[in-house]
């Protein structure tokens, strides 16, 4: 087990709401790499909730499991504290794709509540909205990391996305084309039936 590591600083323009982030252990259990981290992040609230939380910031600790074995790598996230004004735990699995060499998938869930009598409604609304729009940030951060480790891989990846964006907009037109004409083709076949009954 690794004794606490220090601090480390972020650089990466996503980021900047992480404060502090320290490895509390990392071990090796039946053939998995198992970690603990301590973060404390900015916790910026809307201004109904000062109220309630007038903290700058939060702790959220972190428990990480990569299995070789099978490939994946499982994370979970919670609030350190404040846990009755509102609590969320997130998991994310990140799983390679048997099929497709390369590739990635991530799926992400999240557990909100509150404790907070009268607001717990809205208090977890607005966890799950701010979930909502840190996903996208999550989704630029780990690619900006990405290109950055592996900018030739990042870039044939991103080729290779715009290519599949186009197909899919080809066929998409394709399919939109195919049904103008078939409506077309039916609206004609009424108006010669209309003009068969007339004569």
């Given at each position: 087990?690794?004794?606490?590591?220090?601090?480390?600083?972020?650089?990466?323009?996503?980021?900047?709401?992480?404060?502090?982030?320290?490895?509390?252990?990392?071990?090796?259990?039946?053939?998995?790499?198992?970690?603990?981290?301590?973060?404390?992040?900015?916790?910026?609230?809307?201004?109904?909730?000062?109220?309630?939380?007038?903290?700058?910031?939060?702790?959220i600790l972190e428990e990480s499991v990569v299995d070789p074995k099978e490939r994946t790598l499982v994370t979970y996230t919670r609030n350190i504290g404040f846990n009755k004004i509102m609590s969320v735990v997130e998991k994310v699995t990140y799983r390679s794709v048997p099929d497709q060499p390369g590739k990635t998938i991530a799926t992400r869930s999240a557990w909100i509540d509150s404790s907070v009598f009268g607001f717990s409604t809205a208090i977890r609304a607005f966890g799950l909205?701010?979930?909502?729009?840190?996903?996208?940030?999550?989704?630029?951060?780990?690619?900006?990391?990405?290109q950055n480790m592996f900018p030739a891989t990042h870039a044939a990846a991103m080729v290779h996305n715009q290519q599949q964006q186009h197909q899919t907009k080809a066929q998409k037109i394709k399919e939109a084309a195919k049904h103008a004409s078939e409506q077309v083709k039916a609206q004609a076949e009424q108006l010669v039936q209309n003009l068969s009954v007339k004569g």
């Open positions: 087990m690794l004794a606490l590591a220090s601090g480390s600083e972020f650089c990466f323009p996503q980021s900047s709401h992480v404060l502090s982030e320290d490895t509390v252990c990392r071990e090796i259990r039946d053939g998995q790499l198992h970690s603990k981290r301590l973060l404390s992040k900015t916790n910026r609230v809307p201004k109904w909730g000062e109220r309630f939380f007038k903290a700058q910031s939060v702790c909205d701010r979930f909502k729009k840190n996903c996208l940030k999550t989704v630029n951060g780990f690619n900006y990391v990405l």
